[in-house]
């Protein structure tokens, strides 16, 4: 096995070793992760016979039900990182404030921030589920991070990666230098390289999108919507397939397989909130991954990764995949669209673009 295959630990030695004043430590906080992802690999393996299914009976800071699995997620990569010495705060959706060490752990030269279990609603009924996470340089290294230290924007990133806990256990991960897959053998515990330099083709054939929030979609959304609805009878000529999986990460795999679009633009459902998904912990991670691969990553308007974040759970709009359809997309949110039919109830859309306040 070891003959034909490279496992985790290796590809990250020798990547490592194209910076020969590496400390380790930044590989060590990726194989910390990975420990993390294993376990929750496990636990989300066993569902009910490990009394994981349900909820909790709380709700975390973003308001949602916490299921079981997202607090044993959300410890499982906290009790992994906490103590390497690589971290000097870290970032959860599902905890309100930056996690601060405990005193005996060193504080390190990174950041990690992560949604511990994205796609948790989909745990009761065994959908893939997933985890995502985005790793920064520390602003002050050795000292505890401060939330203003994670308000970087996702150019920042010196790496981002994913799991996916499918029928196999997938990381995906760039370290600024394409992306790569790594399988899990659940056997012998270890990830191994199974897909290097994974691309994103520039057309797409497959959209996703909840078509349930139609009624609160931007002119342009629905007009680019409708377009691939409209299929090869209408403007862009071909036809395309709709997949709504409801989870993020199970869309990012999809699309880095075979290609795709993913919108959860920011609309008009609920005037207070720019979007759906979070910026620092998916948005954020997930277009590294994408950009690495050749996509593109938009806030439906702008590059995902330019946008400067201003609190650590702050939702945006997000709309990432082939290059050729976001840049479609972002186009559509330049133009001007005739005054919005009232009876669709639109009042957040100006007859011109995405918002009155900007994007
Ligand atoms: P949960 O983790 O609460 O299930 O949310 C998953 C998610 O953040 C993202 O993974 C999905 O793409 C999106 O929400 C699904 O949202 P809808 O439930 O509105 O379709």
Redesign the pocket.
Known sequence: MLTTRTTLTRFLIEERRRHPNSSGEFNSLILDVAVACKVISRQVSLGALAGVIGKVGETNVQG?QQQKLDVIANDAFIRASEWGGAVAGMVSEELDEPYTLPEPYPKGRYLLLF?P??????IDVNVAVGSVFSILKAPHPGQDATAADFLQKGVEQVAAGYAIYGPATALVLTVGRGVHEFTLDQTVGEFFLTRQFLTVPAQASEFAI?H??RRFWSPAVRRYVDECLQGSAGPRGKDYNIR??????A?VHRILTRGGV?L?PRDSKDPSRPG??RLLY?ANPVGFIIEQAGGRASTGLTPVLEHQPTAIHERIGFVFGAKDEVELIEAYHRESYPDTDESLDIPLYAHRGLFRSGD
């Not at 279990?117 to 989909?122: H, P």
């Not at 709504?244 to 990460?249: F, N």
């Open positions: 949602e949604d279990l994205d796609g948790s609603s989909n909840n349930s929030n709504w999986v409801a989870s993020m990460v869309e993913f959860y759906r998904l998916e």
